[in-house]
């Protein structure tokens, strides 16, 4: 078994290293308050008193933050730091909610996306990112609530 970094210094260097848009750092009660994890738990998290928290949970924080959930199996400050410098970390949220949505996907239906996305970048290329077809509307009844 993995010896993972405790989840507080996790939490820390995501705190420190993922500030507010104003450049200052998040308080409890605005995560709390955006994201619907309980101030408490959120304290307990933090403080190291809390170490095995419910996975929706921490799906909640790392969406909040805009990091991929596999943060959370950081062995190492160093690994924490290199995986938030990546660049897609910093990307748009949609590229986040592509990611987010792919990484609960089986093997096949993650290849079968990135096999999509390869046919619509050929595509883009092909009609200079114009004139490509409309994807077709879904109702959340035909694609259920992911």
């Keep these: 078994m993995k010896d993972y970094l405790p989840l507080a210094e996790q939490l820390k260097i995501l705190f420190d290293r993922r500030p507010h848009p104003s450049r200052r750092m998040y308080t409890l009660q605005e995560v709390s308050a955006q994201t619907g994890v309980s101030l408490a738990a959120i304290s307990q998290m933090r403080s190291g008193r809390s170490k095995n928290p419910q996975l929706n949970t921490m799906r909640t924080i790392a969406r909040f933050f805009g990091i991929p959930l596999r943060y959370f199996e950081t062995t190492s400050a160093d690994e924490c730091y290199a995986l938030l410098k990546q660049q897609w970390v910093d990307a748009p949220p949609?590229?986040?909610?592509?990611?987010?949505?792919?990484?609960?996907?089986?093997?096949?239906?993650?290849?079968?996306?990135?096999?999509?996305?390869?046919?619509v970048q050929a595509a883009e290329k092909q009609n200079n990112g114009d004139d490509l077809p409309s994807l077709p509307t879904l109702s959340d009844d035909e694609i259920g609530e992911a």
Aim: proline share 0%.
């Design 94 to 119: 949609s590229l986040n909610e592509i990611a987010f949505r792919a990484s609960v996907l089986s093997e096949k239906s993650q290849q079968d996306i990135l096999t999509l996305i390869k046919w």
